[in-house]
Each structure stands twice: as structure tokens, then as C-alpha cells.
């Protein structure tokens, strides 16, 4: 049950059907993996965005097992070769790893509101946000399981 709720905080990270994105060339994936402050810059987003998620009375009980350090370093792995950064992440799919544990839109949609929460915090430009964000969209039809 751990590792399904470690995934369901990747997986949905990765699924922001709910955002919208604005329609851009984009550069580069590795030029978005600069602008997030490269591997450091990731792991200190992921270190403010699960310090919201875990205290979100919203989803907050999804994670109350999970190891906040493997969480964290899971996610920032994921962002990392998501934006194009030399990671490598080994986690599970998103589909297996979200299929019992009933999610729903709002919860999805809670998850990517606590996201740009910490973004923007982080001072990361708009721009850049909606780039990360229409990178992680095509992943939503694997994290919700509750239609």
C-alpha cells in the first residue's frame, strides 16, 4: 500500500489534465531543465511541494504512510527526466501503481493546485510552469481511476 501512495503523488504530478496549457514552441526539453534550477532546483520544488501535500486536509491522508524522503526523491527524479535532465527514474507505471486507489478529479485537481502553489513560491515563471504542465497532461488517463 506504501508504494501505491508514494505513486499516486508521482503519477499524478505527472497528470495535469485540469491546467491550461498555452499553446507555444517549445524550446528544448533540457532547456526547461535549466530553467527549474537543474537537478537541484527540482529537488528543492518537490521538497516544498510534498511539504503542502502531506498537510492538505484535501489529500493529505493519502500519503500519511508514505517516507516523505523516498516521495521526494522519486518526484524529483520524474521531474528531472521529464524536463530533460540526466535522471533516470525507476518507479513503477502509472497505470498499475493508481489502479486501487480510487483518485478522483478533484483529488487530481487538488494535487496540481498544491503544484503550482509551490512553484510559485519558488519564483518559477508562468511560462515555465505551463511548459512542465503540458508535458505531464498525457499522463492524467492513467492516475484517475474514478470517472
Not at 2 to 14: D, G, R, T
Not at 24 to 42: C, H, N, R, T, W
Amino acid at each position: 500500500m506504501k508504494n501505491k501512495l508514494l505513486n499516486f503523488c508521482v503519477a499524478s504530478c505527472m497528470a495535469f489534465m485540469a491546467i491550461p496549457v498555452l499553446a507555444q514552441s517549445a524550446p528544448a526539453p533540457d532547456a526547461l531543465y535549466q530553467a527549474f534550477g537543474e537537478k537541484s532546483g527540482i529537488a528543492a520544488l518537490m521538497d516544498d511541494f510534498v511539504n503542502r501535500v502531506v498537510v492538505d486536509p484535501r489529500i493529505g491522508k493519502f500519503f500519511k504512510d508514505t517516507n516523505r524522503a523516498t516521495l521526494k526523491a522519486s518526484l524529483t527524479d520524474q521531474i528531472c527526466v521529464v524536463t530533460g535532465g540526466p535522471c533516470k527514474y525507476e518507479g513503477s507505471d502509472m497505470k498499475s501503481a493508481h489502479r486501487d486507489l480510487d483518485i478522483r478529479k478533484g483529488d487530481f485537481n487538488a494535487l496540481v493546485e498544491l503544484l503550482q502553489m509551490a512553484m510559485e513560491a519558488r519564483g518559477i515563471p508562468f511560462t515555465q510552469q505551463n511548459r512542465l504542465l503540458a508535458l505531464l497532461a498525457p499522463m492524467n488517463r492513467d492516475v484517475i481511476t474514478v470517472r
